[in-house]
């Protein structure tokens, strides 16, 4: 069975750094892409970061360039996204998925002050 | 960026209905390859979203049959043939075929 735990979740101020982390098993994770998406109410599902599965390539979505970094650990079997600089409006759950094939729970990151 | 546009954004429809939502591309969606790069998922209330349907009409493992996703280019259609009261949620598009990666806003199924 396919599991992607996510972790890191938090409430943070503006400018402020968290790092996500999601636990992958069930599956070859070094074989697949593996993604960040975040849902904000009002605003749908947004495809935040990907990456490739020798991680040597990523992307970004132009709302996050340059503020998040998204990286995995193939002998881990996790994946993470490191965010800094946060604003209000990167407040939503954050998902982790191995390509919008199977998802996670969802983590809640709130930025507020 | 590439926009994908659903509609209806709402349906309510009678069980053992049939339904339909569609999804218009502002860009071909059809790789290098040939392949046509655009998902269905499923979201129901409180839960993460579920793949349906992958590369325009194949079903993900499990998914019932009548989920049947068609079309080509830039039109695209997801139809489910009798609708049953688990299929209440949302339902998105979504292309892979260019960066940023990119959904549709949604349809709410009711029934």
Known sequence: EVQLLESGGDWVQPGGSLRLSCAASGFTFSSYWMTWVRQVPGRGL???????????QTYYVDAVKGR???????AENSVYLQMNNLRADDTGLYYCSNGA???GQGILVTVSS | ??????????????????????????????????????????????????LLIHLLSNRDSGVADRFTGSGSGTDFTLKISRVEAEDVGVYY???HAHWPHTFGQGTKLEI
Do not use: K
């Open chain 1, 101 to 103: 094939r199977d998802w």
């Open chain 2, 1 to 50: 960026d590439v926009v994908l546009t659903q509609s209806p954004l709402s349906l309510r429809v009678t069980l053992g209905q049939p339904a339909s939502i569609s999804c218009r591309s502002s860009h071909s969606l059809v790789s290098s390859d040939g392949d046509t790069c655009l998902m269905w998922l499923q979201q129901r209330p409180g839960q993460s979203p579920r």
């Open chain 1, 46 to 56: 947004e495809w935040v970061a990907h990456i490739s599965p020798e991680g040597s």
């Open chain 2, 93 to 95: 598009c979504m292309q």
């Open chain 1, 68 to 74: 998040f970094s998204i990286s995995r650990d193939n």
